[in-house]
């Protein structure tokens, strides 16, 4: 099931702990030295991760490289790895931005350089870790992992009011997550009640058929976990105040990647786990993913902080996300997770080029700046693209996923569908305007006069996002492809009952061992097998 | 399956990529070989494809390159279709748009500080775009090339980025074309709801059969189309980019802004029509907007002092005219005036830009006068584009499609006398504001400040050239529309040939003697003239007494030059409420106070809370661990039982 016999799956992951070790022996003051062991090792890391997007076989449903070792055997607790179409990308683009983002920081961060990088490259196995991760406990180990690194980037190297960011972001996440602990305990139990075998495995608690009731509370501890992590409103206040204080690389992961965590939390665990709670609160998410849409498109035109209007765009553009997710049909979910992969690079970006300025002028309101075209014109270029794959410009990724998303929610919610797409205007709007206060005019404030224009090390950071916004944009198949069929997959698992479920999840066991004994046990809060 | 279809974009798109990438380096001459030159090569291809196309069977060629976007039983494919619709545009484009990149050469000739080869590369990737558009077999490649020319107009205009004026106009061009935008998207998605397939073509032939005739679902569809339309080709209410658009340099609103991009609306209710005539009440509606819009943007016209701007209300006016003729579905009447609009109207505005050039970017026409004796070339091309919009009779392009439409508009079935009444007020008030505009700059006296007057002389031949290939154009470029009244069985209409079948059918009407018809182009036709001669007389003879007559008027005047302060009335109920709403309500009320007051409320509490068990937590570890084993049996007896 791995590749070549290679554990690839737990290659990709702690890769960067080689660097973490390396990092360890670099003295304190050697900071140029740092960043090229990070950048070594993320580089590394992305290599090894790349064998997976050609390895990969899109015609299965089921996960591939597995990797499955008992761990903690007395709780049932494996080291159980697997990759489907789903998590494919979120892995690459995790490897491919983590190293954009050391590349992205190289001459921002001054301070502690090596405790910088040893945080970012720990994040990296963190997110990774959520993203293969099919046995429950792992996830959540990996899930709580990841939080310290990122509270250490925004509460370290922050701008001045780090603390209180990087306190209300764990604050926020911690106190959702405790409340997803005390469920996925809870489910634990209620499989061995059902099952009479004590285990984490995800595939195993895809088959338990809890009473309504219970689907209810578990549905809401699990999900209001995700919807923090998105952010869905009403839960993204922490969101802004994490943005414009966490130095570029952290805001460059913190969209990219960590967002995603919490849209990939409801495809695996929320959904699946929960159809009956699923379908009865569908119309609340979908409601609540079209006030975000238009909520945080409405906030951001309004924003003076360049890296806040980002922030708040991304609030917008996550609903977007949501709305597909669930619409839970073809173009929904594949638009939706094509669009987490677009959100991250054109997010991603964006937090990169305002970084740089950042860096020459150490402002981001934009009321300082007007008039770069001028001085900066391959900047002004490359914020354009930018810019412009994230108002979604035909063409360019954003898109391709966009449309998607509406054609699936169209299909199930004309409302919503047409609320969200009336998005399109807002987008440009307050986009466009940021752009035309910071690029176009004369020079006026003199501030900016003689600001140079970006060096080759920026050009290139940015250079294979703006060949993946073209890329995805104009040729979308080798992406959707690898999608579709996990895609379906999902769809499938959470239209059926969790009884029915087996022969999906194990279709190979299906002839071989028919059923499992039904076990009847006490009533209370699971229906028998 | 015709293989080099693609060439057609495909040239653009390279000259795109090589200037915008090696322009800088390789310097003025290359870029302006390359940048004219694609689009040479392109009208070569498209030439060729045409003529191709009027053998093949059916009239259409088809070119699939690869599938676009697939998602389920959601499949879009990257096909480029030549049909007889797109035939004529392609030609169009890359034929007025070669013209045009021939000017621009001696035009941005003196233009370093803001890169030369930066305009090149916009101008290449604009026709790319809008060959796209009308090359897409399906509605969401349509709509690539139709957001691609919104980006290359907002990248055009804002060219001059240095001026304010130029960027908001930019900024405002694109999102007051994203609110049609959002018309077309949600039309779309109704149309892939119901059909399965977004191809224009299989839509069209699907359409009578999946959508009942004057149905809810096909008013919408097709009136969220027309929002797409009104965005694009500026009609009433989203016809106000259009005014500010002219800050881009001439040559951009000559081919963006009255040639091609404009008539993409035009192009799109015309590629549905087999929709449209579904839908008799949004038909009614296309017509009275176009009425309105040709109407009210005239009055505008009428009272504008620069050169382009009077030009841009005209083209404005003019694109109503033809709505007004496919509301009346007359759709290939309405697509004929478009043709020879762009001839004329594209040399309008290069004639404008060969005097603004030569007048040192002076665009007030109270600063100009006799220009003529100055630049005989630039005058007497102009006074032809004036003839031909103006509907100079029996020789000039303007005449025969403009008059087609009005005769359409009072007989066809879905007509009315209004609409030709309208129609008529409208064409006098084109011949009097063209005429104008013509007196007040190329005849009467001079009133040019002196200091530059003797600076001041005719073009370079890069500049005249296509002002008298186009002004040939103008005149002959409705000679393929001669209506049957006129042409009898001697001359045929060979556009009515050329687009037999292609439209969709609407029903016969009341059948009107021939005397009626030529009636009404008499009316018409005299009264053009005697408006035409009326503002010759008065602006170039005549000036103080047109001043005097302009004083009488004077809150009108005001009410028209400021365009019925429609900006301001926008701003104010639009703009800056969404702006207040979300400013102070949403982002300091919600964000900020009730959301964050909540959550730092439940911190605070949480401390105070946190405060209050500081007791309990005495560094004891046992009783920690007797605190989380009560804890954790409680939680899982709840839980279990």
């Known amino acids: 099931m791995t590749l070549l016999g290679i554990p690839i799956l737990t290659l990709v992951i702690f890769s960067p702990l080689v660097g973490v ?116 406990f792992l996830f959540f180990v990996f899930w709580e992992v990841m939080l310290f690194p990122m509270y250490f980037l925004i509460g370290v190297w922050g701008s001045e009011r780090r603390l209180y960011a990087a306190i209300k972001f764990v604050v926020y996440t911690m106190s959702a997550s405790a409340l997803m602990m005390v469920a996925i305990l809870a489910m634990y139990f209620y499989n061995y009640r059902a099952t009479g075998v004590f285990t984490f495995s995800l595939l195993e608690w895809y088959q338990l058929d809890l009473l309504i009731e219970v689907q209810y509370w578990m549905f809401a501890a699990f999900a209001l976990a995700f919807a923090v992590k998105i952010p869905m409103f009403p839960f993204h206040t922490w969101l802004p105040d994490a943005h414009v204080e966490a130095p570029t690389a952290g805001s460059v992961i ?17 959904l699946p786990l929960f159809p009956g709670a699923t379908t009865e609160f569908l119309p609340w998410l979908i409601g609540l993913s079209v006030v975000g849409i238009i909520y945080g498109a409405l906030v951001c035109m309004v924003q003076p902080d360049m890296k806040k209007l980002v922030a708040y765009s991304s609030v917008s553009h996550m609903g977007f996300v949501m709305l597909g997710l669930f619409a839970l049909n073809d173009q929904g979910v594949q638009g939706g997770i094509l669009q987490m992969i677009n959100h991250g690079i054109s997010t991603g970006g964006l937090f990169l080029v305002v970084g740089m300025i950042y860096e020459r002028r150490h402002t ?45 929610a169209y299909q199930v919610n004309k409302t919503a569908a047409i609320i969200a797409a009336s998005a399109v205007i807002l987008a440009a709007v307050y986009l466009l305007w940021m752009f035309q206060r910071v690029f176009f005019g004369e020079v006026t404030n003199p501030k900016n006069e003689g600001t140079p224009d970006l060096n080759w090390r920026e050009v290139s950071v940015l250079a294979p996002l703006i060949f993946l916004i073209v890329w995805v944009g104009v040729y979308p198949s080798p992406f959707l492809g690898k999608i579709e069929t996990s895609a379906s997959h999902f769809i499938q698992l959470v239209h059926t009952k969790p009884a029915e479920r087996r022969a999906m999840l194990f279709p190979k066991m299906a002839s071989s061992q028919e059923t499992k004994p039904a076990v009847a046990l006490r009533p209370g809060g699971v229906k028998t097998r | 399956m015709t293989t080099y279809i693609w060439l057609i974009p495909g040239l653009p798109l390279l000259g795109f990529l090589v200037n915008g990438l090696l322009g800088r380096s390789l310097g003025k001459t290359f870029v302006s070989v390359m940048g004219p030159g694609v689009i040479g090569a392109s009208f070569l291809v498209s030439l060729f494809t045409f003529v191709e196309m009027l053998d093949a069977p ?30 004529l545009y392609i030609l169009i484009i890359t034929g007025v748009g070669f013209l045009i990149h021939l000017y621009s050469v001696g035009y941005m000739g003196d233009e370093d500080e803001y890169a030369y080869w930066r305009f090149f590369c916009y101008l290449n990737l604009f026709v790319f775009f809008m060959l796209l558009l009308v090359l897409g077999s399906n509605f969401l490649l349509l709509f690539v090339g139709w957001e691609g020319v919104g980006l290359c107009s907002y990248l055009l205009i804002g060219y001059y980025f240095k001026k304010n004026s130029a960027a908001s106009a930019a900024k ?23 059909f399965g397939t977004l191809e224009i073509a299989a839509v069209n032939d699907a359409a009578s059969v999946k959508l009942a005739a004057g149905g809810g679902a096909v008013t919408a569809i097709t009136l969220l189309i027309f929002l797409a339309a009104t965005g694009k080709s500026a009609q009433i209410p989203l016809f106000v980019w259009l005014p500010d658009a002219m800050e881009g340099p001439t040559p951009v609103s000559a081919l963006i802004h009255a040639a091609t991009m404009v008539t993409a609306g035009l192009y799109v209710v015309a590629r549905l029509s087999h929709l449209f005539v579904l839908a008799p009440m949004t038909m009614m509606v296309i017509a009275i907007i176009g009425a309105a819009t040709a109407f009210f943007a005239a009055t505008m016209a009428l009272a504008q002092n620069d050169i382009k701007r009077v030009l841009a209300y005209s083209t404005v006016s003019q694109l109503g005219y033809m709505f007004m003729a496919m509301g009346v579905g007359a759709f290939m009447v309405g697509i004929f005036h478009v043709m020879t609009h762009a001839f004329f109207k594209a040399l309008l505005f290069l004639c404008s830009g060969s005097v603004i050039h030569a007048m040192h970017h002076e665009q007030d026409m109270q600063k100009m006068g006799g220009l003529i004796r100055k630049m005989p070339i630039t005058g007497w091309t102009y006074v032809v584009g004036a003839l031909a919009i103006s509907g100079a009779p029996l020789i000039f392009a303007g005449f025969f499609s403009k008059d087609e439409i009005l005769w359409k508009a009072f007989s066809s079935p879905f007509g009315h006398p209004l609409f030709w009444i309208v129609g008529v007020i409208t064409a006098l008030m084109t011949a009097f504001y063209m005429f104008r505009s013509v007196s007040l700059t190329f005849f009467g006296k001079s009133r040019i400040d002196p200091q530059l007057e003797h600076h001041v002389h005719e073009s370079p031949w890069t500049i005249t050239l296509p002002l008298v290939l186009l002004a040939g154009l103008a005149i002959v470029g409705g000679w393929v529309g001669i209506p049957h009244l006129l042409g009898r069985s001697l001359i045929p209409n060979v556009l009515k040939n050329y687009f037999d079948g292609f439209f969709a059918k609407i029903p016969e009407g009341i059948h009107y003697g021939d005397g009626l018809e030529f009636g009404l182009m008499a009316v018409s036709t005299l009264g053009a003239l005697a408006a035409m ?31 019925y302060w429609i900006d301001e009335i926008y701003n104010l109920l639009i703009v800056r409420s969404i702006h207040w709403i979300s400013d102070k309500v949403l982002w300091r009320i919600v964000d900020v106070r009730i959301i964050d007051g909540i959550v730092n409320g439940l911190a605070a509490s949480a401390r105070n809370l946190g405060g209050a068990l500081r007791l309990t937590q005495n560094g004891i570890v046992e009783n920690y661990a007797v605190g989380i084993v009560v804890g954790a049996v409680f939680i899982f007896w709840w839980l279990l039982f």
């Open chain 1, 21 to 136: 070790l390396l990092l360890m022996f670099v003295g304190r003051d050697s900071g140029e030295l740092a960043k090229w062991v990070a950048l070594i090792t993320s580089g590394a890391t992305f290599l090894v991760s790349l064998p997976l997007f050609f390895a990969f076989d899109s015609a299965t449903t089921q996960f591939q490289f597995v990797e499955r070792i008992p761990w903690i055997v007395s709780w049932g607790v494996d080291y159980h790895l697997g990759l489907d179409g789903i998590t494919l990308f979120l892995v690459l683009m995790t490897t491919l931005l983590t190293v954009v983002a050391v590349a992205g920081t190289w001459s921002q961060t001054t301070r502690h350089v090596r405790e910088f990088m040893i945080s970012l490259l720990l994040l990296e196995v963190g997110m990774n870790g959520v993203f293969v991760s099919l046995d429950v």
């Open chain 1, 254 to 270: 913190l969209a990219g990647v960590l967002l995603k965590m919490g849209a990939y939390g409801f495809i695996r665990f929320a």
């Open chain 1, 364 to 408: 981001k309101s934009i009321a300082e700046f007007g008039g770069l075209m001028r001085g900066m014109p391959i900047y002004a270029t490359l914020f354009l693209v930018i810019v412009l794959s994230s108002i979604g410009l035909p063409g360019l990724n954003g898109f391709v996923g966009e449309y998607l998303i509406l054609v699936g």
């Open chain 2, 58 to 87: 059916g009239y259409s060629l088809t070119q699939h390159l690869y599938t676009w976007i697939q998602a389920g039983d959601f499949t879009i494919p990257a096909t480029l279709v030549v049909d007889r619709l797109s035939g």
């Open chain 2, 172 to 194: 405002k061009a694109f999102v007051v074309n994203r609110i049609g935008d959002f018309g077309f998207i949600v039309a779309t998605l109704a149309i892939f709801t119901i």
């Open chain 2, 533 to 563: 001669y009326g503002a010759y007389v008065l602006f170039s003879r005549h000036l103080p007494l047109a001043g005097a007559l302009r004083d009488k008027m004077r809150p009108v005047y005001r009410m028209l030059s400021n365009k």
